[in-house]
């Protein structure tokens, strides 16, 4: 037997008996133990599979530029970093912006506003739907992340990465939605336009919320996996595989108004199974990232 065949028959018997992903975290030991981590294998890896949890915060620290790719210098970077924290905070609380009453999330809102520029006059402002778009990212955040520091700084760069990197491709993703679940279910797409649903689905809890307040954070954190690592593009196929899954809910009701309030709180309980599906449509239309040379 050829070494890929064992290797092949081996992720085949680890999946059967439960321990899909095995091999992968082994890969991944592997790519982290570099001197220097390798941020394209780093991406290409997690465009492939699931991050494993004890894993992911290390992963996505590296690839949002909290932490450099040198080894060595994490322990000191960190450092840096909860300092920063520590001075932000220190001042929100001097100029009585935030106090020890003041909720977690909100207390990183305010964080980003001040280091962004961005903080108003006055805490009782009401707050611009940028705004709630950090706060919901931050809620989801909060869930998967213990360390206050890692989570803020987490925050602040995927946020950053939405606002710079992804500013172009977001607003491109209602019509990529449309263009894929055409291909998927023309059938589908021809009800929501009958319904002049199209135009008013949820797209702002899709594609700038990324999901958050959506669907679970144990599904969620699969999703920004590959966002993190360089693709908005999987949220359009979480929210194509979404109204595949709920097909025949959907076509049963006849307002645009009653299918967006559905799509807006959609059962928990499918969501494991709609990221895995979405991240083989994904593939499907995509292809499969591989490692370069």
Known sequence: MTEDSQRNFRSVYYEKV????????KSLEILLKDDRLDIEKLCTFSQRFPLPSMYRA???????????????????????RKEQYCDVLHALK?????SDATPQVEVYLRMYQLESGKLPRSPSFPLEPEDEVFLAIAKAVEEMVEDSVD?????????????????ESLPQLPKAFEQYLNLE????????????????LPYDLWFKRCFAGCLPESSLQRVWDKVVSGSCKILVFIAVEILLTFKIKVMALNSAEKITKFLENIPQDSSDAIVSKAIDLWH??????VHSA
């Not at 439960?18 to 975290?25: L, P, S, T, W």
């Not at 996505?60 to 322990?75: D, F, M, R, T």
Request: glycine letters at 6%; aromatic letters at 10%; one cysteine or more.
């Open 284 to 289: 499907k239309h995509c292809g499969t990232p």
């Open 94 to 98: 001097v100029v009585r912006f935030v």
């Open 151 to 167: 989570c803020y700084w987490i925050i602040r760069c995927f946020v950053n990465q939405l606002n710079n990197k992804y500013r």
């Open 185 to 200: 279910d023309s059938r589908l797409l021809s009800h929501l336009k009958t319904c002049s649903a199209l135009s008013r």
């Open 18 to 25: 439960g321990f899909r992903g095995v091999e992968e975290k």
């Open 58 to 80: 290390l992963v996505w620290k590296v690839l949002l530029g909290i932490l450099p790719p040198h080894h060595e210098s994490h322990a000191q970077v960190m450092m840096y």
